[in-house]
Antibody, heavy 114, light 107 residues
Framework: EVQLVESGGGLVKPGGSLRLSCSAS????????MNWVRQAPGKGLEWVSS????????YYADSVQGRFIISRDNAKNSLYLQMNSLRAEDTAVYYC???????WGQGSLVTVSS | DIQMTQSPSTLSAFVGDRVTITCRAS??????LAWYQQKPGKAPRLLIY???SLQSGVPSRFSGSGSGTEFTLIITSLQIEDFATYYC?????????FGQGTKVEIK
């Protein structure tokens, strides 16, 4: 069974940092591009970042460019999102999503508040 | 970026109704389009991928059609468990974009 499990969310003050992790199982992780998508409370879905299979290319939404860093460790079947200089508007549930959106995690809530 | 325009934003319907939701892309995305159902507090559930392919386990009353820039999700004979919010999603480019969502409410 394909599974994506996010962790690392929580409450952080504006300007702070947080690192999200996504543990993958049930498929050959290294064969898939991976993505982060977020959803602010009561709002729609917003793509955040993508990374190719061998980390050759990373892509970011304008709203997080320069503040967030996506990475992966294929040996550990894991995807990461390092979030720096966090703002209130980054408050959202963050989902780990497999290539072509064929699998989603259950999400990890990040709350940025003083 | 490719913009996705979804309509309507809200839809009121009776159980048993046929429901149609549309999504328009600002440029051709071929058939790289997915449809999701989302209920409060839950992750999106994939219904349709590649515009018209039904995800395993999804009831056959859900169907998708279209290519290029115009896409449609149809729910025939709406069931009580179908009341939720629906999103379209283009994944032609790495910079994914989503429709604004359609909330399907009980009439």
């Amino acid at each position: 069974e394909v599974q994506l499990v996010e962790s690392g969310g929580g409450l952080v003050k504006p300007g702070g940092s947080l690192r999200l992790s996504c543990s993958a199982s049930g498929f050959t992780f290294s064969n898939y591009n991976m993505n982060w998508v977020r959803q602010a409370p009561g709002k729609g879905l917003e793509w955040v970042s993508s990374i190719t299979t061998r980390s050759s290319f990373m892509y970011y939404a304008d709203s997080v460019q320069g503040r967030f860093i996506i990475s992966r460790d294929n040996a550990k079947n894991s995807l990461y999102l390092q979030m720096n200089s966090l703002r209130a508007e980054d408050t959202a549930v963050y989902y780990c999503v497999r290539e072509a959106a064929t699998a989603w995690g259950q999400g990890s809530l990040v709350t940025v508040s003083s | 970026d490719i913009q996705m325009t979804q309509s309507p934003s809200t839809l009121s319907a009776f159980v048993g109704d046929r429901v149609t939701i549309t999504c328009r892309a600002s440029q051709s995305i071929n058939n790289w389009l997915a449809w999701y159902q989302q209920k409060p507090g839950k992750a999106p559930r994939l219904l349709i991928y590649k515009a018209s392919s039904l995800q395993s386990g999804v009831p056959s009353r859900f169907s998708g059609s279209g290519s290029g820039t115009e896409f449609t999700l149809i729910i025939t004979s709406l069931q009580i468990e179908d009341f939720a919010t629906y999103y379209c999603h283009q994944y032609k480019s790495f910079q994914w974009t989503f429709g604004q969502g359609t909330k399907v409410e009980i009439k």
